[in-house]
């Protein structure tokens, strides 16, 4: 048996079935995401039929995504030591039933590989390697078991200029977790709603119900200064979610429609824009405060 299969096997203990659930999804990753993403061009004309959210509530509370900042991505990708915080709590940060461990093990360790979701629907090629994993669990099993994904191992530097590029670019930052990978973290995608499926799944379920989404909200909200804005419309063009819009007197800003990922703030030229942590919306995903709640529960990090 190979190293990471037998790793797969460890992580998951006597669930034979999320094993085989985890080394079929990530060994087949791209067929396993075109099949979803071919699931959800019927869907879209459904979504008149309301009790098909409870399908998307099922689905979503096994096989979810937090958007992060661009600053927690940076805190996520310069981690040195282990982070393993597992507990009820975590919903306040990732607001799911089953998968919401935080956990980064070896997390020096950062791999990338072709992102099935950019793959099955159609994504320029310069685009398509951007699906990054932290943690030498998964990464070795990308580089053992997925190599007509065109896994790479990089360095932490490199995946942070990768998440910059795509950032610049208009592309969110996502963590994302599932049941069957052992209700954790450990891929970070660049994320763009014309390529993603998670993003298309959360676009036509909230159409039935808005409260049904894959996608968690950063945590965070925009604070404007008014007085440095030029209305250039830079923010309204950024922003992918319906938050930030232009009208006649200059930007308007839907604060529950906010999901905080950041971009609106980064093309600001002015610096009329900035991120607050908002005590309404889930917490976000900052190993500052993961830290502290491990020293909480257990008086050091482990």
Request: charged residues 25%; hydrophobic residues 35%.
């Amino acid at each position: 048996m190979r190293e990471s299969t037998k790793i797969l096997m460890k992580k998951h203990g006597w669930r034979i079935d999320r094993a085989l659930h985890n080394y079929i999804y990530f060994r087949w990753y791209y067929p396993y995401v075109k099949a979803v993403s071919l699931l959800l061009r019927p869907l879209k004309y459904l979504t008149w039929f309301k009790p098909l959210k409870y399908m998307g509530i099922m689905a979503f509370n096994r096989y979810h995504a937090k958007l992060i900042s661009s600053g927690d991505a940076k805190k996520i990708f310069t981690l040195k030591e282990d982070v393993r915080l597992i507990s009820d709590g975590n919903r306040r940060i990732v607001p799911y039933k089953y998968a919401h461990k935080i956990i980064f093990q070896d997390p020096e360790y950062v791999a990338v590989m072709d992102c099935p979701c950019k793959k099955s629907l159609g994504a320029p090629a310069d685009t398509i390697n951007s699906c990054i994993v932290v943690g030498s669990g998964t990464g070795k099993f990308w580089m053992d078991a997925c190599k007509k994904y065109n896994p790479g191992k990089i360095s932490q530097e490199e995946a942070l200029s990768i998440v910059k590029h795509f950032r610049s670019k208009g592309f969110i930052t996502q963590a994302f977790f599932k049941v069957a990978t052992g209700g954790s973290t450990g891929v970070i995608c660049n994320c763009h709603p014309d390529t993603c499926v998670s993003l298309k799944a959360s676009s036509i379920t909230r159409k039935i119900d808005k409260n049904v989404t894959m996608n968690a909200k950063s945590g965070y909200s925009v604070s404007r200064d008014l007085s440095k804005c030029k209305k250039c419309g830079l923010c309204a063009a950024a922003c992918h979610f319906g938050s930030m819009t232009m009208g006649p007197d200059g930007p308007a800003y839907d604060r529950a429609e906010c999901m905080g990922c950041e971009l609106c703030v980064e093309v600001c030229p002015n610096g009329a824009l900035s991120l607050y942590v908002d005590p309404s919306k889930p917490l976000p995903l900052d190993m500052d405060f993961v830290k502290e709640e491990i020293k909480k529960n257990s008086g050091e990090i482990k």
